[in-house]
């Protein structure tokens, strides 16, 4: 039995279970160890009710995802109700904040990933390095399968093999595409941008809406939960997605059929026309590290305040993708590519340190930022850059372009440091996925987002049906005017 720690319920910070500590002496779950409690100091003031911090999750046998589940929701149900009853404020709020892009408020309850500054993403708990060792596989491949890390964050509990064939084949009796959606990607103009044609593409699939029509026939609040149709849509982007790019790339050739022996990303890797095993290796990684990335990034965030008005998730989703699709969000990928080809260009094959230092100061100098670098919340090297770099290592040591990459992560870190005003001056994902993809033939760099949209799905739909398990009501923030605010916090009007 592992016993998960829903940490980002009231924003408290996860701490890893440490085996070694003794059992809390107040938590009726006997032999949970006190150090899986994160309400430490002050001491649980709750010792004869239900903890509230540490729920004990028996992984669950049954394969089908829907029956794991039934049993899940109630339990989870009741854990946050007594929550809310028992507890008053939390934090507060500034005026900074306020202006500042909702920055660091706590406002939003998020359950499938947490992001810590020294660990990174984690995923209900797992650190990148766990899901890789300890999610299932495909046969003759090193990475894990994103439909395993699916079951894992809507679960909670890590998948078996049978439980992750039975989501595999699950997906891949509902992917077809209506007709309707695939004609109207084949009418769009070749100059429209791939992220638009895919969140079109999904608006227009609500055609498919089962929740849409159980609404409408008045379905009973409790079920809407598996109504929600996050696994129908999960399973019809990687055929969105490849048709894209079959259309844009490859001269509008087929997509083939799904085969329902094969997993979600080497149906994906099939359909978009890679036959190279280690390609589909490279995408099982890429679609589970980019899955998720806590609550309130402006993609998640958006796809969480659609749902809230009971929009379903092709509608949802598809407006989370546009978000995504902005220089902001989704593009810093790109950008690495289109950085680093200019300094390739510039300084041809092989460049010494010493050049490059100079070109990263000159990037510098002229008021840019060095792509690929630095991060709002992680105060250390990305394990998302980590475990690709492991893989270029292991694949394509050689490669020009990784090779430069390495030579930067060598170099970037010290300049920034010397200019001193990155506060993290590590990489983050973005500055090596591009040249994996690369690597292997895929060089179309504007449709980089959309393999991103399609990793997205899974945290962003798995949270989709929480909501609507846990009933998260229509999100209604208060908004004010700067005098309205001015006289709330008791400012001198004139000044
Ligand atoms: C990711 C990023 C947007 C985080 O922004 P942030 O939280 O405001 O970062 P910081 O608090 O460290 O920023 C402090 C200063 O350092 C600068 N800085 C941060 N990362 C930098 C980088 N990679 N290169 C140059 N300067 C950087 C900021 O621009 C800011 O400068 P300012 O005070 O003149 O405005 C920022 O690091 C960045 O722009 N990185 C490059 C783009 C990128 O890789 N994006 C993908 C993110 S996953």
């Known amino acids: 039995m592992r016993y998960e720690i829903f940490s980002s319920t009231v924003g408290y910070l996860y701490t890893k279970t440490n085996p070694s500590h003794p059992p809390c ?43 794991v589940l039934s049993n899940l929701v109630p339990k989870e149900q009741s854990r946050i109700k007594n929550f ?29 990933s947490v992001l810590d500054a020294d660990e990174g993403i984690c995923f209900r708990g797992y650190s990148i390095p766990e899901c890789q060792q300890l999610l299932p596989k495909a046969p003759g491949l090193a990475e894990p399968l994103p439909d395993g890390l699916f079951w894992l964050l809507v679960t909670g509990q890590v998948p078996t093999e049978e439980q992750v064939n039975w989501l595999s084949k699950e997906w891949a009796k509902r992917a077809a595409l209506p007709s309707h959606v695939v ?53 019809m982007l990687p055929c969105v997605a490849a048709k894209i790019y079959r259309n844009l790339y490859r001269e509008g050739s087929s997509i083939g059929a799904i085969d329902s022996s094969l997993d979600w990303s080497h149906n994906f890797t099939n359909m978009l026309g890679y036959r190279d095993a280690t390609f589909t290796e490279l995408m099982c990684l890429y679609l589970t590290i980019h899955s998720d990335h806590e609550g309130v990034n402006v993609s998640a ?55 490059m230092r100079d070109y ?32 270029a290592f292991k694949h394509l040591p050689d490669d020009p372009m990784f090779k430069l990459v390495h030579q930067l992560y060598k170099i970037v870190p010290n300049v920034l440091l010397e200019q001193g005003k990155a506060k993290n001056p590590w990489p983050n994902m973005d500055a090596h996925s591009g040249v994996l993809l690369q690597y292997y033939g895929m060089t179309e760099m504007n449709y980089y987002t959309v393999l991103f949209g399609v990793s997205r799905a899974l945290g962003m739909l798995a949270h989709l049906i929480w909501s609507r398990a846990l009933g998260f009501p229509l999100e209604c923030p208060k908004s004010m005017s700067t005098n309205g605010l001015i006289t709330l916090v008791g400012a001198n009007n004139s000044s």
Not at 196 to 204: E, K
Not at 317 to 336: D, K, T
């Open 360 to 391: 990263i100061w000159n990037t510098l100098k002229s008021g840019r930022v060095v792509p690929g670098y630095g991060h709002a919340v992680l105060r250390k090297t990305d394990p998302r850059y980590t475990c690709q770099q492991e893989f």
């Open 84 to 112: 809310k009853t028992q507890y008053g404020n939390i934090g507060s709020i500034s005026v900074d904040m306020i202006y500042g892009g909702i920055r660091g408020m706590k406002g939003q309850v998020y359950e499938t």
């Open 301 to 355: 965030h958006t796809s969480h305040l659609v749902g809230s008005a009971l929009s379903d998730p092709y509608l949802s989703f598809s407006a989370a993708m546009n978000g995504l699709a902005g220089p902001l969000h989704g593009l810093a990928n790109q950008e690495v590519l289109v950085w680093l080809t200019a300094l390739q260009k510039e300084m041809g094959g092989e460049v010494s340190d010493e050049a």
């Open 25 to 67: 002496p107040y938590c009726p779950l006997a032999g949970v160890p006190r150090s899986s409690c994160i309400q430490q100091s002050p001491p649980c003031a709750f010792p004869n009710v239900a903890c509230l911090i540490v729920s004990s999750r028996n992984a669950t046998t049954s394969t089908n995802l829907r029956d």
């Open 183 to 235: 004609t109207m990607l084949d009418n769009f103009p070749t100059n429209l941008h791939p992220m638009s044609q895919f969140s079109a593409a999904i608006t227009a699939l609500n055609s498919e809406s089962s929740f849409a029509q159980a609404y409408s026939e008045g379905v009973n609040k409790a079920k809407y939960w598996w109504e929600v149709n996050s696994m129908d849509l999960i399973a």
